[in-house]
């Protein structure tokens, strides 16, 4: 009889939805490992403007992927997916659970659908990109790839630099289009593991109530100093970390030109229409695998439900491959 593939769980929603929260929960009551599926919380700088889980928490049950790599190095799909695997394989060795939480849909895509094989692309390509970036700003640049490669400016928001960046990088340094390789090159498998998925997907006002609270919470932490260290790196600014929620607001303060009401007004706003954006994909993408591999969708409107019982799908799921 053949063995089912291990389990892992997912837990997935937009930024200020509870996941961390219902990831702990889970994993205290099956035995889990919390693995970082969020693009922001790898960068150890950020600890109090990414809403990291705190070292109470930490303590209660193994989290890995939290706070691992500098400011000063961007993180890709391609290595997050690597340190992923390994961190699944050593919470299946120790007799754990694998509960991935996060808000970025492309970790999770890169899990359950694999990853496009992309050439690498030569230092003189992602040098004139951060050259450009920084000579003519995101919205010129995007207007350029518009011109040279219309099917990925199509999908890409003109404001979003690093990846506007990184398509005209991958266009300069290969000669085809970043849209043309993901579609049309090899792709790495999907990870070897049954999937289910919980999405959690609170009601809009709910949601904006939880990150102008939570944004609060974070200035009194010390968010603000928190800033202040990572300015005085002089890191790139095109640097995800520095593009994090709340950074370029409370950047704009320290340099004078915002007042700290209006930084703090400005971040819950943009955080607010990030979350709409997230949801807008788990909704469309709705964590697809292919069909060997299992996904259990529970949409959620809170996780009240979960802190006093394990959905028994959930259970029956995990229950299976051991």
């Not at 950020?46 to 500098?70: F, M, S």
């Not at 694998?98 to 992602?126: D, E, H, K, M, N």
């Amino acid at each position: 009889m053949t063995q089912p593939a291990p389990a892992a769980i997912l837990v997935a929603g937009p930024t200020a939805s509870g996941k961390s929260a219902l990831a702990l929960g889970l994993a205290r009551r099956l035995g889990g490992t919390v693995i970082n599926a969020d693009s922001m919380q790898v960068y150890r700088d950020l600890r109090v403007l990414t809403a990291r889980p705190t070292p109470a928490e930490e303590a209660l049950v193994p989290h890995v992927l939290y706070g691992i790599r500098p400011a000063a190095a961007a993180a890709s799909v391609a290595w997050w997916r690597e340190e992923a695997l390994a961190a699944m394989a050593a919470a299946r060795a120790a007799g754990r659970l694998p509960i991935l939480c996060g808000g970025t849909g492309l970790y999770f895509a890169a899990l359950t659908q694999g990853l496009s094989a992309i050439p690498p692309v030569p230092a003189a390509a992602r040098a004139e990109a951060r050259a450009l970036l920084a000579e003519i700003g995101a919205p010129a640049l995007h207007a350029r790839l518009a011109a040279a490669d219309p099917e990925t400016a199509a999908t890409l928001r003109p404001a979003d630099s690093q990846r506007v960046a990184r398509a005209w990088e991958v266009w300069r340094g290969t000669g085809r289009g970043l849209l043309a390789w993901q579609r049309e090159a090899g792709r790495t498998g999907p990870a070897p593991a049954r999937f289910a998925a919980v999405l959690l997907d609170p009601p809009r006002d709910a949601l904006r109530t939880a990150i102008a609270r939570r944004f609060d919470a974070m200035l009194a932490a010390g968010a603000l100093e928190e800033v202040r260290a990572l300015a005085a790196q002089g890191l790139d600014p095109a640097l995800p970390a520095m593009r994090a929620h709340g950074v370029p607001e409370l950047l704009a303060h320290l340099q004078g030109t915002m007042t700290l009401a209006a930084a703090r007004e400005r971040a819950v706003l943009n955080t607010g229409q990030y979350t709409k954006r997230q949801a807008t994909w788990f909704r469309h993408h709705a964590l697809a695998a292919p069909t060997h591999t299992h996904i259990i969708h529970a949409r959620m409107e809170g996780v009240a439900q979960f802190q006093e019982c394990i959905d028994p799908k959930i259970l029956a799921f995990v229950d299976q491959g051991r």
